[in-house]
């Protein structure tokens, strides 16, 4: 029998990649979003899920503006709706944002959750009441995912991109390909407990602008509220299987390839 997996977030950055190759992998997808007309934050969720009667919610969504509603109270809903509907696995997408300033690099799942912004925040609680709902829930601390979709140009082309922080901003960046793999193998074996996803590897802003536009483009590094120096440990989710197969040059330049950029 093939599993049913619900998707909320569906047409966002990850969930546009994850939904394909779901179904590609042998799952029946439910997409959830406004755009489909289920928004998570309505009471109505739990009946408009119900006839698809998954055994799998991947709880993808975060809010297009202020965090705290959608990350706090709609994640609430979602596993609340979840359960009464018997789902199995309970799969919330998380994010590096709720370790806050590094106070050692890489960071492993037991740093200290001090988060520093309000989406991180948002999360943080977004984590814990999935687990408050469900105990065994999967928490993917994702790092920094990249790929065609992730756009780090304004609006209009003929202006300088934008760079949050300052070029010496250490990031962890991860192919979005790999970052669906993690989800797939994590719903497939039924992973459980907080994993980080990154590719264990730091990357200046400097270093990923010039990867991105060669020499040629010179971005705009605005002021970052976010956390200036952030590398993934890896080890326990490698412990699982997964591993970050693209490397960031590489990964680059197909979602370059992939948006047409000419530089």
Not at 21 to 37: A, C, K, Q
Not at 107 to 122: C, F, L, Q
Not at 130 to 148: D, E, H, M, Q, T
Not at 190 to 210: C, D, I, M, Y
Request: hydrophobic letters at 40%; proline letters at 6%; glycine letters at 10%.
């Amino acid at each position: 029998m093939r599993r049913r997996i619900a998707v909320t977030g569906a047409s966002g950055f990850v969930g546009s990649h994850a939904c394909p190759r779901l179904r590609r992998e042998g799952f029946e997808v439910l997409e959830i979003s406004r755009h489909n007309g289920i928004d998570i934050m309505e009471s109505s969720l739990e009946g408009k899920i119900e006839p698809f009667r998954p055994d799998i919610v991947l709880h993808l969504a975060i809010a297009d503006g202020s965090p705290f509603d959608t990350n706090t109270r709609g994640t609430l809903n979602v596993a609340h709706a979840a359960r009464r509907l018997g789902v199995k696995q309970f799969i919330y997408m998380s994010t590096s944002s709720v370790y806050g300033e590094a106070r050692y690099l890489p960071v492993d799942e037991k740093h200290p959750a001090v988060p520093i912004t309000d989406y991180g925040r948002s999360k943080l609680v977004g984590e814990r009441n999935s687990l408050k709902v469900f105990p065994n829930a999967l928490i993917l601390r994702l790092f920094n995912p990249y790929g065609k979709g992730r756009t780090y140009f304004r609006k209009y082309p003929l202006l300088p991109p934008l760079m949050a922080g300052s070029p010496d901003r250490i990031e962890d960046y991860v192919y979005i390909d790999d970052v669906v793999d993690a989800i797939v193998m994590g719903a497939k074996k039924g992973w459980k407990g907080v994993l980080n996803l990154a590719s264990g590897e730091g990357t200046t802003s400097a270093e990923f602008a010039r990867l991105m536009f060669g020499d040629r483009t010179k971005p705009i590094f605005i002021k970052n509220v976010d956390a200036e120096r952030m590398v993934a440990d890896i080890r326990k989710i490698k412990k699982l299987g997964w591993r970050p197969k693209t490397k960031l040059k590489e990964g680059v330049a197909k979602m370059m390839k992939d948006i047409g950029f000419r530089g």
